[in-house]
């Protein structure tokens, strides 16, 4: 909420068949049939009258190893969307003095778990190239309180993907000083390649899986996580769906799993040529850029500060003006969200477009009667 009480998430709701939504990632270019006509199924067999399985369908958690090509006798927990699973492993893992090395900017939900749970993240600067975390420096910020490494890859809000061999450093450093490593995958299909940190660290990696981004299935909320079995079940203490996950949601995941072969190639490319778009529209665009090019997520940053306009101006223009709802940094990064907003873009193309033509107008709009920030 703006400092006016300008809502954009009630507004955006309140005229949704009419806005352009890149605000949250979301992604609209999933065919609809697997999911939709196994939930036909479902309520056509009443499956919503009964609890469904409390530890979640088998077939489902069979198929999520698969995907990801974690080992077939790893743990699998399923839970009402990654972020349920984030707030498990924070509170079964962590305590009050431990230490989570993090990055700034991030998903900063994970951190307000890791508070929570009396811990501290510790966030390393990463607004600057190669724009993602490093062995060197995540080797550097360990200290005797530090439990835990966060590595998402490929890294919100910034797209940034991790080299193979750098994956495998932090997962190593991780392993030689005994601490937890949450590998937070939720964008991986969007890369053009994604190595998982398990291998190189099985004993303490935790793998947190998502159908949201990849399925296109956010509102139905489910994903989980993955690892060696004593662990899934002792982050599983925490779990307060005792009596289990959505049925529609765990079958809609089921038939978009056992699709996805079929589908998201096309997907990948269409997000490609809707990057370039993007691109096209910021580099017209005068004091606009884009921290990371190409994204290796669904989302990029485009950094907007040597216009001297406050993302929340821009989100809310955007927004009103235009029915395109972009993210403003700040829901991202405590030092650096002033410089940006985060546009995703797994949108049919005319959605694109539609940013593409309103965006250099927008900044134009308010260049004017903008006060340039301070330096970060």
Known sequence: MTSDGFDPFA????????I??????TNHLVPPEPATNAIRQALDEHRYEGYPMAAGLPELKSLVLADLGLPTDSGCLVSAGGTEALYMLARA???PGDEVIASD??????HKFIELSGARPVPIEIYAPPYRLTADRVQAAIGPKTKMV????????LGSGYPAEEVRAIAEIAKDHHLWLLNDIT???????HTLAYPYHPEQTLTVWSVSKNCGLAGLRIGGLAGRPEVTKTVGKYN???????????????ADLKSKATWFDAVRTTTR????????????????FLPVYPSQANMFAIDISATGIAPERLQETLLRDDGVFVRAGNYLSPKFGGRFVRASFSNPPSDVARFAAAFPKAVDRLRATAVTPRAA
């Open 273 to 288: 040529a809707n990057q370039a778009t993007i691109r096209a529209a910021v580099e017209a665009t005068p004091g606009t």
């Open 20 to 25: 352009v939504w890149m605000s949250q990632n």
């Open 93 to 95: 893992l962590l305590g």
């Open 11 to 18: 507004y955006a709701h309140a005229h949704r068949r009419e």
């Open 240 to 254: 307060t769906n005792d009596l289990g996950v959505n049925i529609l949601a765990q079958v809609a995941a089921l």
């Open 187 to 193: 964008y991986r299909d969007f890369s053009d390649t």
């Open 150 to 157: 966060l590595l998402i890859d490929p890294l919100n809000p």
């Open 105 to 110: 900017p991030s998903y900063l939900i994970i």
